[in-house]
């Protein structure tokens, strides 16, 4: 450990404490790249995609806004002129201290972060305008005709938004509200429109978010002298301190001596830190989410939530770390100081032991009755202490959990125990110590997602085969294994779909019979391919909107990594196996290894499915009552699907009457509606959460406006502009009207639909076909090329 000079910590003489800090770190910290600043350059694009497509003509409500702006008194200007000299100002004082406190890296990031914005802003300008500018007058324009996205506007966002992430928390505030009133002030003074000045922010937030993907930015946390004072203010002298030898993400671990020389463990949510802000933290709860992942939101949140359940479970006779102090130190720095206990079993000397494997049990049932899961049972924080065993960070845990969560914790500790001790030694422990209908329970969450991250690579690396050790507790509860979806290649109804598929392409065909292919080709040579490489990118979105409606169905909490790929990998079965069958089978066997059983995860599938419909209905019903859209199907030319539906309802009822008349057949189909009832209540607990509606109805909502946004872009690029309430119009229409037609991915029917519905709206049958084409080799052709990959990786990683 670094040895801190007691006059120095007493004195508090600590580096830049005389003055107000700017900058959250020392120039020579370690950067690091971030998923937050993909995420935000993502979105950033989204954002400025959409307000490009709406830019010219304006949208009314555009008009709307800048005429409300022409009503204020002229003397306000000088109001908005300061705000928005003001950002300008915050710019120049960045790049000035930079230059004086000798932060070259910070200096280089804002120069690349104005190139990059300056470029982009031209380039998007370009597309939008359909021309370049003439000579340097774009950079001063301003007004109602001035260069689309706002340069005024992106320029000095740019350097704000480059040079936040490194420094302080109040500084980042402070150019945070500076750089809104700026864009504000450039609304209301007339200097840029409002798409143009939210789009010189987004263009400069994509500029900014891929300099840090480049070269990364600083962590922020505090410097040990800082910790080491703050320990001081807290009334715990200490005599040496360093940096532990492990870290945690979120949160920076400091190991520390206090003056009678014991140990003492400081966790430090620091102010500065880019990893505790809150979008951070809730994107990597909610992207990974993995076992342990934090619970709550924010610095004070996590240290309060840890605090307690960690005294509680102590309260409950839990050997785990001692609570010395909670606080908020002078520099808004959080602190949980621990005193520890035991050693981790994966560094003791013994590691493993039958005996061990018995306390493993204990300690687990000993923090459930005390109301809490724990989320990580693994020989790392699993730590033994003479002839006791505990359990220790419960940054993670979960007070008052649901059965799923302690039944995970059960799947833990029987994964630690058997790689320790074999499969074999390890369910002779289980079955002295847990009880049969434990053993039973924990069945269906012996999963790989189901495990700590540390657990799964251990799996992988000991060969240990999670299907079999299932197997072998199922006996040892003398219950039977619960059965994983099987995923069959090929059935009848697979047959049957396939002679769908060339029903669909004859009326595909009959559809493009009377179009002028010349005249398709002429408007293809003609498109704006910026434009087309914008709608490719978001047709790819839907996807994940998808993904977050069906985490909102989910009764379980559930990645929204896997969930996406799973997303993406039923695209590639859709396409290759073209039935409903295949994608029902790989979305219960996938909730299935998160310790679903298989009526619940038909249920979430069907929850998704419904929230989906209604979301259509009711963007149906409201643009058929607010807006003058009629809806007007062109059903004659789907004369052959009609047939085909007619056929299979008639197939359907055969089937239903034989059921009923067989008793055989009956007395089956009774007992499984019963099963498959009874799981599917229990999927639907706690659906009246705002949160689990929230991402239910909001991703399918969000899924069909960037379809829409997807189909608007290809139309865009071939010359024809259309409204986004006419593009989810004619979307969903066409939608609802292939969701009643048994013909996989709607191959056929959607073409020809969409294509209708674009002509409706005024685009030549030849450009409509074009950039329907277009539309749907992004959106369903070609997701099943890298959902061929994802498909592999959630196999490769036991999510299937």
Request: with cysteine.
């Amino acid at each position: 450990m670094a040895s801190v000079t007691p006059d120095r910590i007493l004195a508090g003489r600590l580096p830049g404490r005389r003055w107000p800090r700017l900058f959250a770190a020392a120039a020579d910290e370690p950067r690091a790249r971030r998923a937050t600043d993909l995420i935000v350059a993502v979105a950033a694009l989204l954002g400025l995609g959409l307000l490009a497509a709406s830019a010219e003509p304006q949208a009314a409500i555009e008009r709307a806004v800048i005429s409300f702006v022409r009503s204020f008194p002229e003397a306000a200007d000088g109001v908005w002129r300061i705000l928005v000299d003001l950002l300008v100002l915050a710019a120049l004082v960045v790049v000035a201290a930079t230059v004086v406190r000798r932060r070259w890296a910070v200096l280089r990031d804002v120069v690349l972060a104005l190139v990059v914005t300056l470029v982009g802003a031209l380039l998007v300008g370009r597309v939008v305008r359909g021309n370049w500018p003439a000579g340097w007058d774009w950079l001063r324009d301003t007004g109602p005709g001035a260069w689309f996205p706002s340069v005024r506007v992106a320029l000095p966002a740019a350097v704000v938004l480059a040079a936040g992430p490194q420094l302080t928390r109040p500084a980042r505030r402070l150019l945070r509200w500076l750089l809104a009133l700026g864009v504000g002030g450039a609304i209301l003074l007339g200097a840029a429109t409002p798409t143009a000045a939210i789009g010189g922010w987004l263009v400069a937030s994509v500029g900014a978010s891929l300099v840090h993907l480049v070269f990364g930015s600083c962590s922020g946390r505090p410097s040990l002298d800082e910790v080491a004072f703050a320990l001081e203010g807290l009334g715990l002298p200490i005599g040496s301190i360093g940096v532990a030898a492990r870290q945690t993400a979120g949160t920076f671990l400091v190991e520390a001596l206090d003056a009678n020389g014991a140990p003492l463990l400081v966790r430090v949510y620091g102010r500065d830190a880019y990893d505790t802000q809150l979008l951070t933290t809730a994107w990597r709860t909610l992207w990974f989410r993995e076992a342990g992942s934090p619970s709550a939101v924010g610095r004070v949140r996590q240290v309060e939530h840890e605090a307690f359940l960690t005294l509680l479970a102590r309260q409950a006779g839990a050997l785990t770390q001692e609570v010395v102090a909670a606080a908020t130190t002078a520099s808004d720095d959080v602190l949980l100081v621990l005193r520890p206990m035991g050693q981790a079993l994966d560094v003791a000397a013994e590691r493993f032991t039958e005996h061990a494997a018995r306390l493993t049990w204990e300690a687990v049932d000993t923090v459930h009755r005390a109301g809490i899961s724990h989320g990580q049972v693994d020989d790392r924080h699993l730590v033994v202490d003479g002839d006791r065993l505990g359990l220790v960070d419960f940054r993670g845990a979960t007070a008052a959990p649901g059965p799923e969560r302690t039944r995970t914790d059960d799947a833990q500790a029987l994964v630690a125990t058997a790689l320790a001790l074999g499969a074999p030694r390890a369910l002779a422990v289980a079955r002295e110590t847990a009880s049969p209908d434990r053993l039973a329970a924990l069945l269906p969450y012996l999963q790989l997602p189901a495990l700590t991250p540390r657990q799964r690579v251990a799996v992988r690396e000991a060969g240990l085969d999670l299907d079999e050790l299932r197997n072998a507790a199922a006996g040892e509860a003398g219950v039977e294994a619960p059965e994983l979806e099987q995923l069959r290649r090929v059935t009848w109804r697979g047959l049957v779909q396939i002679v769908l598929l060339v029903v669909a392409f004859l009326v595909l065909t009959r559809a493009v019979a009377g179009v002028d292919l010349a005249e398709m080709h002429a408007a293809l040579g003609d498109a704006v391919w910026a434009l087309v490489l914008a709608g490719l990118v978001l047709a790819q979105v839907p996807r994940l909107a998808q993904a977050v409606s069906v985490l909102g169905a989910s009764p379980n909490p559930i990645p929204l990594e896997p969930l996406y790929l799973l997303q993406l990998a039923q695209s590639y079965i859709a396409l290759t196996i073209p039935t409903a069958a295949a994608r029902i089978g790989i979305s219960v066997r996938f909730f299935q290894r998160h310790g679903l059983a298989s009526g619940a995860a038909l249920a979430v599938g069907a929850l998704d499915g419904f929230a989906g419909f209604l979301v259509q209905v009711g963007l149906l019903v409201s643009i058929l009552l607010f807006t003058p859209r009629s809806l007007e199907l062109d059903v004659q030319s789907a004369t052959a699907p009609w047939h085909v539906l007619l056929v299979a309802v008639a197939a359907g009822l055969v089937a239903i009457v034989l059921v009923a008349v067989v008793p055989r057949w009956r007395s089956l189909a009774i007992g499984w509606t019963r099963q498959l009832t009874g799981e599917a209540l229990g999927a639907t607990r706690g659906l009246t959460s705002p949160r689990r509606l929230g991402l239910l109805f909001g991703g399918n909502l969000g899924s069909e406006v960037f379809f829409a946004l997807a189909l608007g872009a290809f139309v865009r690029s071939l010359g024809y502009p259309v409204s986004l309430v006419e593009l989810i119009f004619i979307n969903v229409s066409v939608s609802v009207l292939a969701g009643f037609l048994p013909i996989p991915g709607g191959i056929g029917v959607i073409e020809g639909g969409l294509t209708f519905g674009l002509v409706r709206a005024g685009v030549p049958e030849e450009t409509a076909l074009a950039a329907v084409l277009m539309y749907r080799v992004a959106t369903f052709y070609l997701p099943p090329v890298w959902g061929f990959f994802a498909l592999h990786w959630l196999e490769r990683n036991q999510h299937l």
